[in-house]
């Protein structure tokens, strides 16, 4: 297991090949853990948890960025761990809700991305456990802790990305975009006009930090970078 502090009061776990976070936004009132992981991967988050010297009793609530298995599959194993309400974007939620977590699937442009998709895709479950989903997030929603929802779908239909204000603001990207090797393109997307339009609506904000679903956070001038490969004119 691997935490690191992203910014004060951020910290980015990481499950396997993805990333959960977690979120003590300083008000006091416990942890927030945005997405869960692979099924299977909740001693890891209380691992982290315990890591930043907390207890499972201080979760309080769990973000899930969008349905895909990566993101939702321990969420209702994390429920049963600790005390805490889900929140989720209304079109992914009735997926997760019973018991599903995808939608079809295309390949960005370029050999990586399509060998991802013929040949990992294939293998990713098509189910996860069913978990009762709390709350409805829509785009533009404030969530405890301040931060902001933004609906950014193309990616996956009912994902949306979180801005934190806080340190020059923060925006936890999910999987509009991947930081592995470079600031690029998912490399998958349900509609990828949607998703680079998505990308644009996110150019156009102002955050210094970007952490993502999969890759290395980006620590300064984050937005610029956004900025610069994808245009809000685009």
């Not at 989720?88 to 050999?111: F, T, Y």
């Amino acid at each position: 297991m691997s935490v690191e502090q992203v910014v004060p009061g951020l910290w980015q776990a990481k499950i396997s090949f993805v990333n959960a976070f977690l979120l003590d936004d300083g008000r006091g009132d416990g942890l927030t853990v945005i997405d869960t992981g692979i099924p299977g991967s909740v001693p890891t988050i209380l691992g982290a948890v315990e890591s930043i010297g907390r207890k499972p009793g201080d979760v309080r609530r769990i973000f899930v960025t969008h349905c895909h298995s990566d993101h939702s599959g321990s969420l209702a194993e994390l429920k049963r761990a600790v005390d805490a309400e889900a929140f989720m974007h209304p079109v992914d939620a009735a997926l997760v809700r019973k018991g599903e977590c995808i939608r079809p699937l295309h390949p960005a442009p370029g050999l990586f991305n399509w060998f991802v998709c013929k040949f990992l895709v294939g293998k990713a479950p098509t189910a996860v456990e069913p978990a009762e989903i709390e709350h409805d997030v829509n785009d533009g929603d404030t969530l405890p802790g301040g931060l902001r929802a933004i609906h950014v779908p193309g990616h996956c239909a009912g994902q949306i990305a979180l801005l934190w204000p806080e340190h020059g603001g923060v925006l936890i990207a999910a999987d509009t975009a991947a930081n592995a090797f470079g600031l690029a393109l998912s490399p998958l997307y349900e509609d990828l006009a949607e998703g680079r339009c998505s990308l644009a609506k996110l150019a156009a904000l102002n955050f210094r930090t970007a952490v993502f679903g999969h890759g290395k956070p980006i620590p300064a001038d984050a937005s610029d970078k956004f900025a610069a490969k994808w245009p809000a004119t685009s």
